[in-house]
């Protein structure tokens, strides 16, 4: 079992950055995938980003790459998700994941979810 929960959403203006952050409670942290997805109201989830177990892969969604950066801290059994250039259409609730499968994750398939941080840009 994998216990996530996220922090770090808030109200920011077009144009700032957020960093969100997802804290697992795993001894086997190290072997699992990370991801994070979003889900604005009316709208189907969505994947952004995921990161391998080592860190060392990672896959973002088109409408992301160039202005988010996820990368993990196995030390802290921590994700990231540092979010610059932020739009109004960003706004969502995000979502962290886990899979011991990368493609799973990537596919919007995991096993494991938290319960979501609200985002919200301004404009």
């Known amino acids: 079992q994998v216990q996530l929960v996220e922090s770090g959403g808030g109200l920011v203006q077009a144009g700032g950055s957020l960093r969100l952050s997802c804290a697992a409670s795993s001894r086997t942290f190290t072997s699992y995938t990370m991801g994070w997805f979003r889900q604005a109201p009316g709208k189907e989830r969505e994947f952004v980003a995921a990161?391998?177990?080592?860190?060392?892969?990672?896959r973002y969604a088109d409408s992301v790459k160039g202005r988010f950066t996820m990368f993990r801290d196995n030390a802290k059994n921590t994700v990231y998700l540092q979010m610059n250039n932020l739009k109004p259409e960003d706004t969502a609730s995000y979502y962290c994941a886990a899979d011991q499968l990368f493609d799973t994750v990537r596919q919007g398939t995991p096993n494991y979810w938290g319960q979501g941080t609200q985002v919200t840009v301004s404009s």
């Open positions: 990161i391998s177990a080592g860190g060392y892969r990672t």
